[in-house]
């Protein structure tokens, strides 16, 4: 499947966005305006006058608007997106055009809203396994060590199947032989 240009989504994106309701009088004239100000090669003064005429309907100018971008070039579509996650952060978040990115396992590096979730086990998973190291780390940190330690530990944990990190084994190694007397 071919990467899906900017001009394309706002096509397959423009009726989820005249969708009643969607966007509010105040988010059009943001989009607007932002448009007209940081890119008025976008959008001419008369242009964005138009767009925010008072006496037509928001569903008139929206649908006027979109259609004037449809017609432009990439760059002006893609200003558009940036717009409206600027200032409809939900609503861009629910485009079809970026649910149809997400499940065709493309990428966009333009808003950078990749999932933060890394585990579904939960808070409470977490905490157990916080719990554990802390708790792990007080034992062989804060606790004497017992001088009846066999000889055969040193063994077991240099050796153990257990993935330990060389500098971890050292440590616990030369804490074993120190308090053991040297063996």
């Known amino acids: 499947?071919?990467?899906?240009?900017?001009?394309d989504r706002l096509v397959q994106d423009t009726p989820f966005l005249m969708g009643h309701g969607r966007l509010s009088e105040?988010?059009?004239?943001?989009?607007i305006l932002q448009?007209?100000?940081?890119?008025p090669q976008i959008l001419s003064n008369?242009?964005?006058?138009?767009f925010r005429n008072p006496k037509?309907?928001?569903r008139v100018r929206l649908c006027d608007l979109l259609g004037h971008l449809q017609r432009s070039n990439e760059r002006d579509c893609q200003e558009f997106y940036r717009a409206l996650y600027i200032h409809a952060q939900p609503l861009h978040s629910r485009l079809p055009s970026r649910h149809t990115l997400q499940n065709s396992d493309c990428t966009e590096?333009?808003?950078?809203?990749?999932?933060?979730?890394?585990?579904?086990r939960g808070p409470v998973a977490f905490l157990a396994c916080l719990g554990l190291a802390a708790g792990l780390a007080l034992l062989i940190y804060c606790c004497p060590p017992d001088p009846k330690v066999l000889p055969g530990a040193r063994r077991v944990?240099?050796?153990s199947p257990v993935i330990v990190d060389r500098h971890v084994s050292r440590f616990l190694?030369?804490?074993?032989?120190?308090?053991?007397g040297g063996f």
Do not use: P
């Not at 448009?35 to 890119?39: D, G, S, W």
């Open 1 to 7: 499947m071919t990467e899906q240009t900017y001009c």
């Open 26 to 31: 105040q988010q059009v004239d943001r989009i």
């Open 35 to 39: 448009l007209n100000r940081y890119y």
């Open 46 to 50: 008369k242009d964005a006058e138009k």
């Open 56 to 58: 037509a309907s928001l």
């Open 109 to 120: 590096l333009d808003s950078g809203t990749a999932s933060q979730e890394l585990s579904d």
């Open 157 to 159: 944990l240099g050796f």
């Open 173 to 180: 190694l030369a804490f074993l032989t120190d308090d053991l």
